[in-house]
């Protein structure tokens, strides 16, 4: 379009200067002439940008010619390279173009229309369908896959058949592409007595924290709500496809959703999403954690040279001044203002095509806003390298967006590097730590900072780093809460009876045992008169015992220290009886097998072979009775990924 009116503005039309015979007149037909030419071409640009590439670039239609001539030949291997060639150079047209990298299309509009159909044909069948998704992943590559994706749906592509391309599950792929309708399958379900509605309810339950990423994101073209909508329906078709296999309300509904969750891993603040996979490419989700997280602490430094005043360069915050009518401001005003708005009301939000994280802040009355600096550029980063990305924007890689100064990732504490051994400090940390401390001085056990010296030692054992960890500690906590009085523990068992138990729980979770109420005392303290900081220590005490009845279970001693985390916290809800009922779950931790882990954590599968989840036999009692605590640390055992993905080194 640059182009475009450049050559119009060089004519000179209507000037002295325009060399020539033609009139006024002429030479105003002449302009308007090339001014609708402009106009349509951007308007072709728009509706079937690779249509007109092909009829206007010799270029394109050359190597278009070339990839047909190999039709009908022995030759696939050349026929697809050529086939590469030109979607390359399409892309690097378009490119020059100006259309935006999210925009870009390989296809012309009838090739995607014929896609189109044939997904939308209900006598091809689901296999079939699947068939010719992976043609295409074959024909066109994993990382062009996200571009036929977005110009399906530009084509207004349902929904359903969006989530069948796209996601990494063939049984649920399978059962989008079920030529079934939605309609015939409720008839089906009123058939069985099947309550359609309370499906819908629970559909929305499992995709809640998944709906409310999509609240989070910016304003777009459609409802975010009208889309969870259309996502919903189409998981209700796949649970009502498994429950005309005579798979259980309850197990269907689950699976389903699962199915189309277990593609994604969703930020603590619930505003960003990471997908596993990228065009089957997989992404380093942990890395992605650490980066956000570790910018956000970033950006809290407010010291001389901070990363925030280094984003903003030379220019500083006046660009804001004016982009959100601050009038009548100093520029060091201006500066306090945004910093500390950007500082104390920032969130991670995804970019436009789900494949990064943009670092919005919260304007008050101006809205959600992305960060920018007086350039334009903003602070965000790619989940993974993929072509045709903006090169200026990096990756998961450990420096901060823009300056590209190093990023102080934050192992996860404690790491055998965390702590600095110095004899000569040793005492005066020991001493820091007691003062430090939530449990009194004088109650402290003499092995409670023996991790100092084991880390130096290099002897800190899982359960160490675990004792250690307060991130772990606090998620247990929260997850027991405090009750300083005795109480019985009551629920609701699988057959819907309510049960009261007999024995009476105090503290965060401790069982009081015959013991103990006989002698009216836990660890010398009384039980009808526990203080917070007494209740801290007999919590302590517990997790000792359960760590080291962990530690008989875990015969890898290499395991990720999260996995050993979520095991121990299991254990303590549990007991060590319960938990060692899990035995494909341990024995998928020991060997390191941490997604098919976080699957046994929540359901029960045909057979004794741990890697042998094809057939689902319900869900486990423990993921029935504390669905929310239980779904939680199964995805964070799921997003456990090897050391080797990431550094290279064994996990």
Do not use: C
Not at 21 to 32: G, M, N, R, Y
Not at 35 to 62: G, H, Y
């Amino acid at each position: 379009m640059d182009e475009a009116n450049k050559l119009i503005e060089s004519k000179n039309y209507n000037t002295d200067l325009y060399v020539g015979s033609a009139d006024l007149i002429t030479q105003a037909k002449l302009k308007e002439g090339l001014i609708n030419a402009r106009d349509n071409t951007a308007k072709q640009m728009l509706e079937d940008p690779v249509k007109l590439q092909i009829d206007t670039s010799p270029e394109i239609s050359e190597l278009l010619n070339n990839y047909r001539m190999e039709d009908g030949t022995d030759n696939p291997e050349i026929k697809l390279a050529n086939l590469e060639i030109l979607n390359n150079a399409i892309i690097e047209d378009q490119l020059r173009r100006g259309v935006k990298r999210a925009n870009l299309k390989i296809l012309t509009k009838q090739e995607i229309t014929q896609f189109k159909d044939q997904f939308l044909d209900t006598s091809i069948t689901s296999e079939d369908k699947l068939k010719l998704k992976e043609q295409l992943k074959l024909n066109y590559g994993n990382e062009k896959m996200g571009m036929i994706v977005n110009h399906l749906q530009d084509e207004k592509t349902s929904d359903t058949i969006l989530m069948a391309i796209a996601t990494e599950s063939p049984e649920l792929a399978k059962d989008l592409f079920d030529s079934s309708t939605l309609k015939e399958l409720k008839t089906l379900a009123a058939q069985k007595d099947i309550d359609v509605d309370s499906i819908k309810k629970l559909i929305a339950k499992e995709t809640e924290d998944f709906g409310q990423v999509l609240d989070s994101q910016g304003e777009g073209s459609e409802s975010k709500a009208a889309k969870m909508l259309r996502i919903n329906e189409a998981l209700l078709k796949a649970a009502l496809v498994r429950t005309n296999k005579n798979v259980s309300v309850e197990d269907a509904v689950e699976s389903a959703s699962n199915d189309f969750l277990n593609d994604y891993v969703i930020n603590e603040s619930l505003t960003a999403l990471i997908p596993k996979k990228i065009n089957n490419i997989d992404i380093p989700v942990v890395a992605a954690l650490n980066k956000s997280e570790a910018i956000l602490i970033g950006l809290k430094d407010t010291s001389q040279g901070n990363y925030l005043d280094r984003f903003m360069g030379e220019d500083g915050y006046m660009h804001y001044a004016s982009s959100l009518n601050i009038p009548n401001v100093s520029e060091e005003e201006v500066k306090k203002r945004i910093g500390f708005t950007i500082r104390n009301y920032s969130r991670w939000l995804n970019n436009s095509d789900m494949t990064g994280m943009v670092l919005y802040a919260d304007f008050g009355s101006a809205g959600l806003q992305p960060v920018r600096n007086s350039n334009g550029q903003r602070i965000e980063f790619y989940l993974t390298d993929l072509p045709n990305q903006d090169p200026t924007i990096k990756d998961t890689i450990s420096v901060y967006p823009v300056t590209n100064d190093p990023l102080p990732l934050i192992p996860d504490p404690p790491s055998d590097d965390y702590f600095q051994y110095d004899e000569n400090l040793i005492d005066e940390t020991i001493i820091d730590e007691k003062k430090n401390s939530k449990f009194p001085v004088d109650e402290q056990s003499k092995t409670d900072f023996s991790f100092f010296t084991k880390v130096a030692a290099g002897e800190a054992t899982l359960g160490d780093k675990f004792l250690a960890d307060n991130n772990s500690i606090k998620m247990l906590s929260d997850d027991e809460d405090t009750k300083l009085k005795p109480y019985n523990l009551e629920y609701t068992d699988l057959n819907g009876k309510k049960i009261k138990e007999t024995f009476r729980t105090v503290g965060k979770g401790h069982k009081i045992t015959e013991k103990e109420e006989k002698n009216g005392k836990i660890y010398d303290f009384n039980i009808d008169t526990l203080t917070e900081e007494q209740v801290d220590i007999i919590f302590k005490k517990d997790l000792e015992i359960v760590i080291k009845d962990v530690d008989k279970l875990v015969t890898n001693k290499n395991i990720n220290p999260t996995a050993y985390s979520i095991l121990v916290q299991m254990g303590f809800q549990l007991g060590t009886k319960g938990l060692s009922g899990f035995t494909k779950t341990i024995k998928a931790i020991n060997e390191q097998e941490y997604n098919l882990a976080s699957k046994h954590m929540l359901n029960n599968y045909e057979g004794k072979d741990y890697k042998n989840i094809s057939k689902q036999i319900g869900k486990t009692k423990w993921h029935i009775q504390t669905k929310n605590r239980a779904k939680r640390l199964s995805k964070l055992m799921a997003s456990i990924e090897k050391k080797s993905q990431l550094t290279n080194e064994s996990p």
